[in-house]
């Protein structure tokens, strides 16, 4: 195991030197997440921010109805594949991005006269370490096809572009997606960004280092995405959405005394005779979770916009109400004896990896105590997506 050490040359630089021929490059960063990472379909608050390490995309046209993918990450992985246009790859990587270009063009970013595209991919972003890095690589991609727009730099063609991502990735990638890391990694800034979903909103606040810690990432390896939770958070998710229909609200969050109103829907569907309804205390037990997951993330805002440091890593170390979601607790609790102030899973059900804020001066210390028996990644502030000239 080891402490991750950034290349020297930049992603920029290189997906330049490896894209065929001349075409339009765009960089993202990884993102990582402070506090309610699985809130969003219930309309709550997500805290996450850009971090340095970035991925970078090359795009350019190409006339015979094929999607050409290249991608490299930093530990040695690579991905290619030449994906016919009109015709819907197998699950993989090469989907999610094949259905990022459909999605583009339904959306008319892209002309309906695309006939084909070359995509080149080369990240700094570890995958595993709960940074992310396929995001960052989808912001970089989504930007380079849309960088001719004249809007590309404006807050609302953003938050259209990051919308389309997570649409894209909903409908195309079998993993679970966080809409708040496409939005960050195209609309952050190098604090704290708070996503509202209630209304959409995305505000800034400031970033935990000015509490005098440093971040780590610490994970048992890297290399590959987690999903052992994948099919507990589509069956969250789900159950929500069909609440939403139900109560004709648009989030659960609208909705007064929402976990007694959702476990007596749920005992009057099973009543009803319906197989396919949850067990009403399970039920309640999501949406209680949402609930209090959701005023913790209200709560660490107001902290870390009235530099409360004391109060923001309390919130953070307090443990969530119950939920079905696979978590590294052994990893978090051993970061906390070697030294965090705080430490919190880096994204509950979609991440095995830790989120750990460490006091400047015992940092060095900590991950070097760490990487002898997992990997290690500095996560410093970062800037949300751009054009690379």
């Known amino acids: 195991m080891a402490v991750f050490e950034t290349p020297s040359q930049s992603p920029a630089q290189r997906v330049r030197a490896a894209h065929p021929g001349s075409g339009r490059v765009a960089s993202a960063p990884g993102t990582w997440v402070l506090i309610g990472e699985n809130v969003d379909h219930f309309g709550g608050v997500t805290l996450a921010g850009a971090a340095a390490l970035r991925a970078a995309a090359a795009v350019s046209p190409r006339p015979d109805r094929v999607v050409s993918v290249s991608a490299r990450g930093p530990l040695g992985q690579e991905f290619s594949a030449q994906l016919p246009f009109d015709e819907e790859p197998a699950d993989g990587l090469g989907r999610r991005w094949w259905g990022l270009v459909h999605t583009l063009v339904q959306r008319q970013v892209l002309s309906r006269d695309t006939a084909g595209v070359d995509i080149t991919v080369e990240s700094d972003v570890p995958v595993g370490a709960g940074l992310g890095a396929l995001y960052a690589a989808d912001a970089a991609i989504a930007l380079a096809l849309a960088g001719a727009h004249d809007d590309v730099d404006t ?11 997570s649409h894209a990735m909903t409908t195309y ?12 990694a195209l609309r952050g800034a190098e604090g704290v960004s ?9 505000t800034q ?12 990432s610490v994970a048992a390896g890297l290399g590959a995405p987690f999903a052992e939770s994948r099919e507990a958070i589509a069956a969250h998710r789900a159950f929500i959405d069909a609440a939403c229909t139900n109560f004709g609200v648009a989030s659960l969050r609208q909705l007064p005394d929402a976990s007694g109103r959702v476990a007596q829907w749920v005992e009057a569907r099973r009543a009803a005779g319906d ?13 209680t979770f949402c609930e209090s997951e959701t005023l913790r993330s209200l709560a660490a805002s107001k902290a870390l916009r009235s530099r409360r440091a004391n109060e923001l890593f309390t919130l953070l170390n307090s443990a969530s109400e119950a939920h079905s979601l696979a978590t590294p607790d052994a990893l978090v609790a051993l ?14 059900g979609t991440s095995n990896a830790v989120i750990a804020f460490v006091p400047v001066q015992e940092a060095d210390a900590f991950a070097g105590s ?12 970062g800037e949300p997506a751009r054009l690379e000239g």
């Open 155 to 165: 807050a609302p063609f953003r938050a259209r572009l990051a919308e389309i991502c």
């Open 173 to 184: 990638s079998s993993l679970p997606v966080l809409r708040a890391r496409h939005s960050v």
């Open 194 to 202: 708070v996503v509202d979903y209630a209304d959409g909103s995305l």
């Open 205 to 216: 606040a400031p970033h935990p280092s000015r509490h005098g810690v440093r971040v780590f």
């Open 275 to 287: 197989d396919t309804a949850p067990d009403p205390e399970t039920a309640r037990r999501w949406v």
């Open 335 to 348: 970061a906390r004896e070697r030294g965090a102030v705080a430490a919190r899973p880096a994204a509950t």
């Open 370 to 381: 760490m990487a002898r028996e997992y990997e290690v990644v500095e996560v410093a502030a």
